[in-house]
């Protein structure tokens, strides 16, 4: 089993910046991906960005909207995942959802709310 645990969120004007983290216990040694999705009122579920967790080289995947906006990181003992978030925008007003996947499922953590308003 693995456990996720996300903070980070909160209000922000269009144009900040915040940083989510996730906080993984449990069987963290078999995770092979983690990343990070957002849910927004009336909207599926969708990819932010993941990191493939199996090899030091840690390769990265964002969706389209958030390229050269969110870098997503990870410590090397793969128990935190990070979600910086700079020149946020409206549409990126969203509940975030951390997510592992191992061989045998994934997981998800209960969600951060990040609203971007003026």
């Known amino acids: 089993q693995v456990q996720l645990v996300e903070s980070g969120g909160g209000l922000v004007q269009p144009g900040g910046s915040l940083r989510l983290s996730c906080a993984a216990s449990?069987?963290?040694?078999?995770?092979?991906?983690m990343g990070w999705y957002r849910q927004a009122p009336g909207k599926q579920r969708e990819l932010v960005a993941a990191?493939?967790?199996?090899?030091?080289?840690?390769?990265?995947n964002y969706a389209d909207s958030v390229k050269g906006r969110f870098t997503i990181s990870r410590d090397n003992a793969k128990t935190t995942l990070y979600l910086q978030m700079n020149s946020l925008k409206p549409e990126d007003t969203a509940v975030y959802y951390c997510?592992?996947?191992?061989?045998?499922?994934?997981?998800w953590g209960q969600g951060t709310q990040v609203t971007v308003s003026s």
């Open positions: 990191i493939n967790t199996i090899n030091s080289g840690g390769r990265t």
């Open positions: 449990g069987s963290t040694f078999s995770i092979l991906v």
């Open positions: 997510n592992a996947q191992r061989r045998s499922g994934e997981y």
